[in-house]
């Protein structure tokens, strides 16, 4: 990675961390990882707000799935990212140096088992025998997974299959699968002959909460403070311009256009999409329920229920070291 190398080079030289990194910064791009999900920061991200708020040359990648995003950052190719709380709770069981500086969104119905019309799916105790697609280690796979446990229902009892969102999309349109706990905007395409039968509000309910958060390499953000305040910041910013009034952002309105370009979806689903989350004010973040003490307390819930699903080896031994307030706290203090 040159960005280390040009690093490690001004600091024999004896230059600051900070400056080393403003000379790298410019000659190199910061790519930023997301996933494409019509949120109110695409918005803010066309709009180029968050190049002028941290001066970086941004690239924005995008990436199906949160273990994709894992990889990425481990190999230091990635240095901030949107990642789901599953494939972070795995990250950070991994060692992965990442340290979680705010809530991008709690998921709701934006993540949700649709099951398909004629498949004699009512309830949850019908999924027995089917055939569920899901993104194997992300949070609607965790989800779906309390969905199960909550109701007494092992996971060999029905065949759970592990497919990208396209791919579901794909199998769901030649009758492949019985059903998908997936988000948007594949969710919207499948409800089109499919009902929601669950999703991420009740399992949340049940004790098992997911939400997406801003990542960041641990290494890179101690030697971008300021800018990775103003990028908090800007973040923050961009959704209290749709909390401070979501009936304005329309169909046609130019909020909404600009998202549909950037993420592919339909204008007419992204109002609904965007109401599907839950978008927390940094001023509610900082406190004991969410980065205070919460996050770190759900990512260990969810790295234990990985662990004994099956899907990792080993636990952390402490899951608030994934998560940090610096940031958050100090652009509400500017």
Not at 103 to 132: C, H, P, Q, Y
Not at 135 to 163: D, K, W, Y
Request: hydrophobic share 45%; charged share 20%; proline share 4%.
């Amino acid at each position: 990675n040159s960005m280390k190398t040009t690093l490690a080079a001004f600091l024999v030289a004896g230059v600051t961390a900070s400056a080393a990194f403003v000379g790298a910064a410019q000659a190199e791009t910061v790519i930023i990882g997301h996933f494409g999900n019509p949120t109110p920061d695409q918005y803010a991200a066309a709009e180029k707000k968050f190049e002028s708020a941290t001066g970086w040359d941004i690239e924005w990648r995008k990436f199906a799935a949160g273990t994709d995003v894992i990889a990425a950052m481990a190999s230091g190719d990635v240095v901030l990212s949107d990642l789901g709380s599953s494939p972070l709770a795995i990250a950070a069981s991994q060692g992965v140096p990442i340290e979680m500086f705010m809530f991008a969104m709690v998921i709701g119905d934006a993540e949700s088992l649709i099951v398909r019309d004629g498949s004699g799916i009512e309830t949850i105790e019908d999924l027995k025998g089917k055939r569920i697609a899901v993104p194997v280690g992300s949070t609607a796979h965790f989800s779906l997974m309390g969905a199960l446990q909550n109701a007494g229902i092992g996971e060999r009892e029905l065949t759970i299959i592990s497919m990208p969102p396209d791919q579901i999309a794909a199998a769901w349109e030649q009758g492949a699968i019985d059903g998908g706990f997936i988000w948007q905007p594949v969710q919207a395409k499948i409800l089109q002959t499919g009902k929601r039968l669950i999703s991420a509000n009740q399992t949340a309910e049940w004790g098992f909460p997911t939400f997406d958060a801003w990542v960041v390499n641990k290494e890179f953000a101690a030697a971008n403070k300021d800018a990775m305040v103003a990028f908090t910041k800007a973040m923050d910013e961009a959704n209290e311009a749709y909390l401070k009034d979501p009936s304005a952002w329309t169909p046609d309105s130019a909020a909404v256009k600009a998202i549909a370009e950037r993420t592919g979806a339909e204008p007419g689903q992204v109002p609904e999409i965007i109401e599907g989350f839950t978008y927390l004010p940094l001023s509610e973040q900082v406190g004991e329920k969410w980065l205070g003490g919460g996050a770190a307390q759900a990512l260990k819930a969810t790295a234990e229920f990985l662990k004994e699903a099956g899907r990792i080896d080993q636990l952390a031994d402490d899951y608030s070291d994934y998560v940090t307030d610096e940031f958050a706290k100090a652009a509400l203090a500017e």
